[in-house]
């Protein structure tokens, strides 16, 4: 199935156009663009530089995606803005190209990236992530699987968001949000296990309590990280989730907010 163009859309004749694509009214896409067959863009959606998007996303109007960084460090060269497949990308996202010769902005597949979200320059998202309204990443973050970020909330460079955690609505994080955690405040504290999130993704009874277990060892017991992570390692089950938290957070170079 051939795409559909609307008459008044700027497509420059480089740009790579899959089949089944749905270009509408007063889109512009940038020479370099590459987009996967049966991606849909509504009306007004920006996309330039060397951006790739995969199969079945859909973008709704007035998103930008794979512009110049913000960062002022940037010194020109190639840099590059990498999407996966089916995110939905809502009305104002900014996804913006890296910073660095060679750098890369990477999005995974199935986000859901609300209102006015922003991801900016050498952004690292996974799968399953939710954005919602006017939540901002700043440069270099990195959010795993399934995380949920919270409206207007904002999120410091070099951050990491883990898998299956949420941020609180307004919150402010300026230190990594662990794994399977709930984050909240300004700044953004751990206040208990994403219990919610984890049941949703079927996250078995017996591992949320040993999270919950976890939990209390890491923020309640007055323990040093590198003590509380040996009492984590010598006294819970050593399940996938629980070992992905002691790794995380014993690979924290902004520390976890406590």
């Known amino acids: 199935m051939t795409a559909r163009i609307h008459p008044t859309a700027v497509v420059h004749p480089g740009a790579q ?43 709704f109007p007035f998103a930008a995606i794979g512009l110049k960084t913000q960062d ?19 009305e104002h996202v900014t996804i913006h190209s890296a910073t660095g010769d060679g750098e890369c902005t990477i999005v995974g597949s199935r986000n ?19 954005m919602s309204n006017v939540g901002t990443l700043a440069g270099h973050v990195i959010v795993e699987d399934y995380a949920v970020i919270g409206g ?69 017991s007055g323990l040093t990280i590198p003590n509380a992570l040996a009492k984590l390692e010598s006294d819970l089950p050593q399940v996938p989730e629980v070992q992905h938290l002691i790794q995380f957070t014993r690979a924290s170079e902004r520390g976890i907010g406590k």
């Open 17 to 59: 156009i899959g089949a089944g694509c749905e270009i509408g009214p007063l889109c512009v896409l940038g020479p370099q663009v590459v987009l996967g067959p049966n991606c849909r863009l509504h009306s007004h959606v920006v996309i330039d530089g060397d951006t790739v998007l995969g199969q079945g996303n859909e973008i």
């Open 72 to 90: 002022l460090k940037w010194k020109g060269g190639t840099t590059s803005t990498r999407i996966g497949d089916f995110n939905t990308i809502r």
């Open 112 to 130: 859901n990236l609300l209102a006015g979200s922003h991801v900016a320059h050498n952004v690292v998202l996974g799968n399953h992530i939710i």
């Open 152 to 220: 207007v909330a904002a999120i410091h460079q070099f951050c990491r968001i883990g898998k299956m955690a949420i941020v609180g609505g307004c919150s402010k994080v300026v230190q990594d949000v662990p794994p399977f955690m709930m984050a909240d405040g300004n700044p953004a504290s751990t206040r208990t296990i994403n219990k919610i999130g984890m049941t949703r993704n079927g996250v078995p009874e017996e591992t949320q309590a040993a999270l919950k277990q976890a939990y209390k060892i890491l923020f309640r």
